[in-house]
């Protein structure tokens, strides 16, 4: 998989409202679990790790926040993410903060695995060694 990218999530509008559908298919792993970031304080920042398999598609379904992300080699990236109508597919091996967040801002995040703790790396210099063996 290539790097981090936004996707455009594809959306049905009526006089209803709006309605956004990740199908089968849509993303290039199939779902595992799906968890989400709410009643985030707007000073809160989440994230500070990086995970070594997991794969994540991360949407702004309220509010908005920012991603900033490190691949551990010197390369910098940084997300808005404003809107449900797109998300964040984010590969494996990218440091990872999560910032700004809007007043009731809610970050769902779908991921290509279950939960677990020893997929992180929770400090940056054993990330960037990490990085640097592979
Ligand atoms: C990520 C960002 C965007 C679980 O028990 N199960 C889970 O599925 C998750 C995601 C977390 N937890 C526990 C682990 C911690 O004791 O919930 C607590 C808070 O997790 P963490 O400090 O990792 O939360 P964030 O917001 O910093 O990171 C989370 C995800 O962990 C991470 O994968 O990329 O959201």
Known sequence: MAGPVLLNVPTIED????LGIVDTGFLPFAIARIYYLFDVSTQSTR????????TQFLVAVSGSFSVELS?????????????????????PGFWRQLSDFSSGSVC????SQPYNPEDYIREFGQFAAWKQRR
């Open 47 to 54: 994230g500070g790790h990086a995970h070594k398999t997991l």
């Open 15 to 18: 006089s209803r409202g709006e």
């Open 108 to 111: 769902l995040v779908m991921a």
């Open 71 to 91: 691949d551990g080699l010197g390369n910098d990236f940084a997300f808005s993410l404003r809107s449900p109508r797109e998300g964040l597919l984010l590969p």
